[in-house]
């Protein structure tokens, strides 16, 4: 049995340091920072390279209930119009069939119904569509929209503007500061603050639609010039940034 002073003392060492361990900590005070919050933003205005139109194609009578012009050879005419405008085959693809009822027990289309057939179209020159579209049968051609359009450049022309609204950030830390005699320090903080693009409406003079009840111009040679503009895309970026003041 050990000596009862070898326990005493013992005792009195854990004693002392549960005594330490409950003892509060001091709290640590950051001191405190002086800091100037500011947003910055770039803009930029393009023009589309990529313009996306639907054109749907549909089956008609040359005369009531006989004589039809079948979607066969209607996209016949289609393809080598684009082929001729030496369109990539990746630029044109078949959207939707619509409008293709069967009769089942003779594997045949009714012979009052007229199928449609939708395709896009991707051209990066918009004066490009109607030579196109004067090589089809204008009768059968249903109707032709501009369903989007996008540029090649779109995900650079984002980051330079996400840097330059940065940028701006800290030149208006800057001269803000300087008006009250003092310097920004370093970057405490970045937050983006979202996209802003801004794709513009169609203008135009003449609606394209209006091909669809026109008779081709045998004598035209190649279709008249378009007449469609387009406004340009506005993108627009802010960045907030926090800056130390030395």
């Known amino acids: 049995m050990k000596p ?9 060492l854990a004693a002392a340091s549960f005594a330490h361990a ?22 930029l205005e393009v023009v589309p390279d990529r313009i996306f139109f639907s054109i749907s194609l549909r089956e008609y ?3 009531r ?24 085959k990746e630029n044109f693809q078949i959207e939707n069939i619509y409008g293709n009822r069967w009769q089942w027990n003779t594997r045949k289309k009714p012979v009052d119904f007229l199928e449609s057939k939708r395709y896009v179209l991707e051209l990066s020159d918009l004066t490009k569509i109607d030579p196109i579209l004067s090589k089809v049968d204008a009768k059968g051609i249903e109707y032709v929209t501009i369903s989007r359009y996008d540029h090649t450049k779109m995900e650079q022309y984002r980051r330079d503007l996400k840097i330059k609204a940065l940028q701006a950030a800290k030149e208006k830390a800057s ?15 970045i937050q983006e603050l979202g996209d802003n693009i801004y794709y513009p409406h169609l203008e135009a003079r003449s609606n394209m639609m209006m091909k ?10 190649g279709g008249a010039d378009s007449d469609i503009g387009f406004k340009k895309i506005k993108l627009r970026y802010e960045m907030r940034a926090a800056f130390a003041i030395k």
Do not use: H, N, W
């Open 65 to 88: 209930d006989k004589d039809r012009v079948d979607i066969e050879g209607l996209e016949k005419q289609l393809v080598a119009a684009v082929r001729e405008a030496g369109i990539p």
């Open 61 to 63: 009578f040359k005369e």
């Open 4 to 12: 009862l002073s070898t326990l005493l003392c013992a005792g009195l």
């Open 22 to 43: 409950q003892t509060p900590q001091p709290v640590t005070v950051q001191p405190f920072m002086k800091k100037i919050d500011v947003t910055g933003a770039a803009e």
């Open 212 to 221: 669809a009840e026109m008779a081709q111009d045998a004598t035209a040679g």
């Open 175 to 189: 001269y803000l500061l300087q008006s009250v005699g003092e310097q920004p320090g370093g970057v405490l903080e």
